[in-house]
DNA sequence: TTTTTAATTGTCAAACTTACACTTATATTT
DNA sequence: AAATATAAGTGTAAGTTTGACAATTAAAAA
């Protein structure tokens, strides 16, 4: 049994790194801290460890807090836990990374958190560390999703093949030629073509597709193929 | 600032999941645990962080303590904090995978942990989450060595083709066709041929191979086409 | 009816993958 | 000294995938 007075007892805060897409940009949902110190500065939404909570708990009752939501596609990226990285107490922070659609959730987010969605090429000053945890989390992504089909979690049910490409020029930072793009996509078994059309994005309007129930059947070939070049 | 009474202080321990490669199999490395309870079961090598410690840092110690080591490959792969997980006081963990040589090593371990060398297959029963922790880890692996060369780390500075096909074979649980796997190790850039043979495994021998230095330039592609069809 | 805009679709050459089996170097045995 | 045993090392052809490239189409707007 460890002794209390060589080994330390830090706070356990989680703290929660919100991808959303909007169809055109890669977000990252930000809130203004309601803490002092640094209060009205921009931040992570973030929570302290309460009771018998794990922190995947505490990830997601944040979570719900700021989205009003439940069931949220919720991964954990990594734990921060530098002496001072916290200089008003010895904090480690266990972070969490989201994909949300955001249209979805653009009405229902909680407003008393002031959360403000920023392209990744402009996000604020942050506190603490959470300028490194958005980097942290935004490798993650790259690295996860070459290797498994998670950005349709950033997608509406429905969505064009030109709204799939453009998330993943975002995601990888890297253009992508349409006709190879479309190719490798609707040959992988993944889609299902809608009969109904987007019209919003241009005169002549693109069908939408639907991810195909069976995405166990799924041809990893052809998101790694995607994105190798990228990592 | 939060209030301590809502809020819980866990102790932190760091867990070190320790892989290595005997030219054959793939294996973790595993300690007789020293505390009570549970004194003597089988478990991860660990500690607790202490003073001003980051995980990363205890994590260094704890292995340099088992090994007699540093600078030893080491990435932080999860961090576990069920309630319970430690039924004696609440426990957060964060665990660490480390990739070894392991004829290296050998002699130089702390012999006072009587560390022990487990096929993957043949684990033990470990204390709390720790068999968890080792399936996170292997998982990892995969993830990881699709995307990167890292497996070579297992690996003494010279190795031979057929060991380094038995370790993706390994790690990926999979059979490869020999020829084509050296037709892609050795058009990749990433191997030197030496003029030494390695003649324990049979009687030609197989020559040695080192990494070479400028990794950088390596093509991703190689590894990924190996590993996608394990993934 | 014409114009405008973005969606959609096809081809060809090059590169890569997969499947498959014989030859070679060396130690060991006879 | 010759024969044998063992794992290392190597080649090829067919099929598949990639990457580079531009014309056509649907529909709204002018």
Redesign the interface.
């Known amino acids: ?2 002794q209390p007075s ?7 805060a989680v703290d929660c790194l919100i991808f959303g897409f909007d169809n055109q940009t890669l977000k990252v949902l930000l809130i203004k801290r309601k ?2 110190p640094y209060q009205n500065e921009w931040s992570l939404m973030g929570g ?9 708990e505490a990830a997601s009752r944040v979570l719900k807090e700021l989205t009003g939501r439940e069931g949220i596609f919720m991964e ?1 990226i ?2 921060f ?3 001072d990285r916290d200089p ?2 010895r904090t ?1 922070s ?1 972070v969490y990374s989201s994909l949300i659609d955001v249209t979805k959730f653009e009405t229902q987010l909680n407003h008393s958190y002031e959360a403000h969605w920023f392209k990744l090429s402009e996000v604020p000053k942050l506190i603490f560390d959470h300028t490194e945890m958005i980097s942290s989390g935004r490798d993650y992504l790259k ?1 996860k999703a ?2 498994q089909p998670i950005l349709f979690e950033l997608l509406a049910d429905k969505f064009t093949i030109p709204q799939l490409q453009q998330l993943y020029e975002e995601v990888f930072e890297t253009q992508l030629d349409k006709r190879n793009f479309s190719r490798k996509l609707l040959g992988s078994t993944l889609l299902k073509k809608l009969d109904e059309k987007d019209k919003s994005g241009s005169k002549k309007g693109a069908f939408y597709y639907q991810l195909d129930q069976q995405i166990n059947h799924y041809n ?2 052809v998101l ?1 193929n995607l994105a ?2 990228e ?1």
């Open positions: 049994m460890p060589k080994y330390i007892k830090p706070l356990i803490l002092q302290y460890l309460e009771g018998e909570e794990s922190a995947d954990q990594k734990t836990s530098k002496f008003t107490e480690i266990v690295k070459a290797l990893f070939n790694l190798y070049s990592l």
